[in-house]
């Protein structure tokens, strides 16, 4: 008989209305990953969850050799594997969440205690506020395993050529809407396929907010290049996106500082950096 060259072990997360997942792996799953890779040199993993998937008993494994984040698939997701293992379509696919070590890692995992059994109306208190996700990790220093906005290709990408044109914005309490999205800046970027096949890569913008999470997505931009090819990407951002909640005022407020500017391929992958600054 003659050895494959590669195996392909599919796994899920099964998820509906009316219940939770107990956790965000399994046994059963992660042994199988296990058992298959111990007899295969090329392992390949393909996940379909409609969500979160810890990876961690397995990721390292030498013979795992990739992992695919499938999520929830249809009718023509064999076809689109095929076409994505056989390299005839290019990955292009970002994480919209960010894939920890552990579950512990994660700012809010439990759902809150019933007071007692039968209980229907739970008492949450969502102490976290704006910290979840990638906020959350940024700002507690937590490594992930990917993090969001995370994505593979099969060509690189380089970023050039910031450039930010901001002028006269100063700090104010929104009070219109027409106000509060109003563009009071705009950020500049070049990307360009810098190997060797064609592929799509998506830019992404982060704010870093004075007193806020250390970044904040407030933009994204997909570029379809081919090998060689190049494009630029112009990103606005509003009154509102440099703005934060102030719950005594009960208005937007666009407080003075030096407001951080990263642009790049993930919330961890930043390629440039830039500032804006807010005056009184």
Not at 96 to 103: C, D, L, V
Not at 224 to 236: I, S, V, W
Not at 251 to 263: A, E, H, S, T
Request: contains cysteine; proline residues 4%.
């Amino acid at each position: 008989m003659t050895p494959s060259n590669a195996c392909l072990v599919f796994i899920n997360a099964i998820s509906t209305e009316g219940w939770d997942r107990d956790g965000l792996h399994d046994e059963f799953s992660d042994g199988l990953v296990r058992n298959v890779a111990s007899k295969c040199a090329n392992t390949i993993v393909v996940i379909h969850a409609s969500g979160i998937r810890l990876v961690d008993q397995w990721i390292e494994h030498p013979n795992v050799t990739a992992a695919v984040l499938a999520h929830v698939p249809g009718q023509d997701s064999g076809r689109a594997l095929v076409k994505l293992l056989y390299g005839e379509v290019g990955f292009s696919g970002k994480l919209p969440y960010t894939i920890a070590k552990n579950e512990s890692d994660y700012p809010v995992y439990k759902p809150c205690a019933l007071a007692f059994k039968g209980d229907t109306d739970p008492q949450c208190d969502y102490t976290e506020g704006v910290y979840l996700d990638y906020r959350a990790f940024d700002a507690k220093n937590i490594t992930p395993r990917f993090e969001f906005g995370y994505g593979l290709s099969y060509t690189t990408f380089d970023y050039s050529s910031l450039s930010i044109s901001a002028h006269g914005v100063r700090t104010c309490f929104s009070t219109s809407l027409d106000e509060l999205w109003q563009v009071v800046a705009k950020v500049h970027v070049g990307v360009v396929n810098s190997g060797n096949v064609d592929g799509r890569e998506i830019a992404q913008l982060y704010v870093g907010i004075p007193g806020a999470p250390p970044k904040q997505l407030r933009g994204f931009e997909k570029f379809d290049l081919k090998a060689g090819q190049g494009g630029r990407a112009t990103f606005e951002l509003t009154r509102r996106d440099l703005s934060q909640w102030d719950v005594v005022q009960q208005k937007w407020v666009l407080l003075p500082g030096d407001y951080k500017i990263y642009v790049g391929a993930s919330s961890r992958d930043i390629r440039l950096t830039g500032s804006i600054v807010v005056s009184t």
